[in-house]
């Protein structure tokens, strides 16, 4: 049954997910807008959410050699969760894998 369940599904339009804040084509995201919009469905924050979303986007760029790409992903994460530890982490294993291992200890032990 999954099977058939599969088969049928489609995937969402780009103008219906575009409306919903995110841009497929270049990887941006309104978090802002979701953050929102989220926020009002449910009456809670979501902004955890979306700072692990946005690592998500981060980790895709590094995965691509692409550190400094990822570098503004994880600052927005910072923005919506100030003490996320996944983005912290994952700046520091940008510094460390730049060569700045000391730098990348020293910034990670101030963030936590």
Known sequence: MKA???ADWTP????AVKAQGVNVESGTLDADGIA???ESLTGRSHQKEIANFCCELAINEMMHSRPD????FLAEALAHHR???RA???LGDIEAAGG???KAATDTKKKM
């Open 4 to 6: 058939d369940r599969k």
């Open 12 to 15: 969402p339009d780009a103008v």
């Open 36 to 38: 929102g919009k989220l």
């Open 69 to 72: 790409a990822a570098r503004p």
């Open 83 to 85: 003490l996320c530890v």
């Open 88 to 90: 912290n982490m994952l």
């Open 100 to 102: 700045a291992v000391d």
